[in-house]
DNA sequence: GCCGATTTCAAACGTTTGTTTGAACGGTGT
DNA sequence: ACACCGTTCAAACAAACGTTTGAAATCGGC
């Protein structure tokens, strides 16, 4: 339930020179994350992670309670760390705009760069990059509300400087071109972290332009995002039939 | 493998009045494509199935082959009437725009359209919308492979009008922005079919403004979409850091 | 009313699932 | 040397998994 980070036992006292070994857990965590961005949580068995880890089948459950902690323990580790780098690099965009409202692009920036940056450079490998792009719509309910109440924090701190950078777009319009972004940067997330070996670099002869780094997925991404939330809201012209 | 639709045993011979009952294959589909929406492939046991469809639990391998097969009837009964749809309106903006290239917006009307409208209207449930938005994202690779090809077809057609549609912009950009629309797409009919009973509608006090006609969602979906792709791409100035 | 084909059914198949158990291991402090 | 604590291990647990089986049930055509 409530037990995210609670170490299994280790009673609290002299917490000084802690987690002795901590070898086995970080390693049961690295392969649960790559096998859950390969298969999928429900399709990963707990026997699939200890053998490619190396470790005893009931590692899992002494280091973890189970295998529903370790997947909080697998998500909680990289998205803690990112969305502390989200509102980090808010607050920067605030300070640096003053009085004015905050550049919807940089708010876009504050919000995109450190999935696709940060997440890498930490010594991150691209699982998690897969897991990220799926994670929202993975079937398991504590893990959604788990996820929703990690995201509750950064959602309400961006919003207000999105609504002041886009003014007069009515209010249910933001909330859905704010998810518009959302399921933009986990789609790319996921194609861009696959894309060695993704299918579909072969659905219309795609050239290897196709290609990005990092910081060139992160501008287009950014571009693209804000000219979307920037398009026009109103009555224009109807669709044609 | 490529028994996509045929039918269990059902010797061809004297096919005039075929599909004698079929309405426990029906149920099993439907019933079927609801949970898999709501727990996800790998979280769905054929027991639930057939428990929830009151059949046996044979009943899935009689009609379907096995699990696998389920699998792929579940979405091939929607994919391939969604894709006709697509082409076909794709037709009717060409034709439409005669020698002229098709405008952006018919585009991505056609494309996105049907999606959301189309799928509705025939009797479909919310549920498959779910599932579609999840689809891409299933890890399992049989699946894949069919959803891959199912695609090919469609993106192949669509990419030579946009390419008309958004002269100048490089092919591996635009490749992404096309991969970014698909993302828009499948997020926003994931968040949007399930709005109902959504935990992120509580994530920032989220006004009842929020709820969307499948045709005001087109059509947001659609500005949004047309405004990033038509971004302007080049090295403009640099994000601030 | 009977026959052959089609469909349903209860029961069981062997395998894999997550978890538990209790003993053995490996350090550290005394 | 001893006892202690955190960790690992092989073995086993009941439950659930997809699938198979062979016998009933159901139906249409003659």
Redesign the interface.
């Known amino acids: 339930m409530s037990t995210l980070l609670t170490l299994p036992a280790k009673s609290a006292p002299a917490a000084v020179a802690k987690v002795p070994s901590a070898v086995t857990r970080l390693t049961l965590l690295d392969t649960a994350e790559r096998l859950f961005a390969?298969?999928?949580i429900?399709?990963t068995s707990v026997r699939d992670i200890t053998k490619a880890a190396a470790a005893n089948v009931s590692a899992v459950n002494y280091h973890f309670g189970g295998k529903d902690g370790l997947v909080e323990a697998v998500f909680f580790r990289r998205l803690a760390p990112l969305n502390d780098r989200r509102l980090t690099r808010l607050e920067a965009?605030i300070k640096?705009a003053g009085a004015s409202p905050v550049p919807l692009?940089?708010i876009l920036?504050a919000f995109i760069r450190p999935s696709v940056d940060e997440l890498r450079t930490g010594g991150y490998t691209n699982h998690f990059l897969r897991l990220m792009?799926?994670c929202?719509?993975?079937?398991?309910p504590k893990l959604?509300?788990f996820l929703?109440g990690v995201?509750?924090e950064v959602?309400?701190t961006f919003?207000p400087h999105f609504v002041r950078a886009l003014p007069g777009l009515?209010?249910?319009?933001l909330?859905?071109?704010t998810?518009?972004m959302?399921?933009?940067?986990?789609?790319?997330l996921?194609?861009w972290s696959r894309f060695e070996t993704c299918?579909?670099a072969s659905?219309?002869g795609?050239?290897q332009?196709?290609?990005?780094t990092g910081e060139q997925?992160?501008?287009?991404?950014?571009?693209?995002?804000?000219?979307?939330?920037?398009?026009?809201?109103g009555s224009e012209d109807p669709?044609?039939s």
Not at 217 to 233: D, T
């Open positions: 390969e298969r999928g429900d399709g965009a640096h692009e940089d920036d792009g799926r929202l719509q993975e079937p398991n959604e509300t929703v995201f509750a959602v309400g919003n009515p209010t249910g319009e909330f859905w071109r998810s518009f959302f399921g933009t940067l986990h789609h790319a996921y194609t299918q579909f659905m219309s795609m050239p332009t196709t290609r990005l997925l992160v501008r287009s991404l950014i571009r693209y995002a804000a000219a979307g939330m920037r398009a026009p809201f669709l044609p």
